[in-house]
Nanobody
Framework: VQLQASGGGLVQTGGSLGLSCASS????????MAWFRQAPGQEREIVAA????????YYADSVKGRFAISRDNAKNTLYLRMNGLKPEDTAVYYC?????????WGKGTQVTVSS
C-alpha cells in the first residue's frame, strides 16, 4: 500500500492550494480517509476526514468554511481544496486511510503560507 500526497507549495495569505493523495494497493472506497497536518514544534492534528460510507465530512474548527475534502474512489484519490490560506496553516500535510484508525500514511507535502 502506498499513499502519495502532492500539491503543496508556497502561497501568499488569502491564496489557495489543492492537495491530492493518490493511493495504490487498496480500494479507497473501503476506507475512511483523512488529511492531517503538523507544524514545526507542534503535534500532528486532523484537518478533515471523509467517511467510507459517505455523509458529511469532518473539519477541524480552524479550517471550517475554508477547506473542502473530497474523494474520487474511481481514481483512488483523496483531495483537499484549501482557500483563504493563513500563515497558521503552514505545515506538512499528510493523507491517511484506515478502517478503525488510520492504518496507512503518506509521506506528506509541505504547505507554506507567507504573510
Amino acid at each position: 500500500v502506498q499513499l502519495q500526497a502532492s500539491g503543496g507549495g508556497l502561497v501568499q495569505t488569502g491564496g489557495s492550494l489543492g492537495l491530492s493523495c493518490a493511493s495504490s494497493g487498496l480500494r479507497t472506497r473501503d476506507y475512511h480517509m483523512a488529511w492531517f497536518r503538523q507544524a514545526p514544534g507542534q503535534e500532528r492534528e486532523i484537518v478533515a476526514a471523509s467517511r467510507r460510507s459517505g455523509g458529511d465530512p469532518y473539519y477541524a474548527d480552524s479550517v471550517k468554511g475554508r477547506f473542502a475534502i473530497s474523494r474520487d474512489n474511481a481514481k483512488n484519490t483523496l483531495y483537499l481544496r484549501m482557500n483563504g490560506l493563513k500563515p497558521e496553516d503552514t505545515a506538512v500535510y499528510y493523507c491517511a486511510e484506515g478502517v478503525k484508525g488510520m492504518d496507512y500514511w503518506g509521506k506528506g507535502t509541505q504547505v507554506t503560507v507567507s504573510s
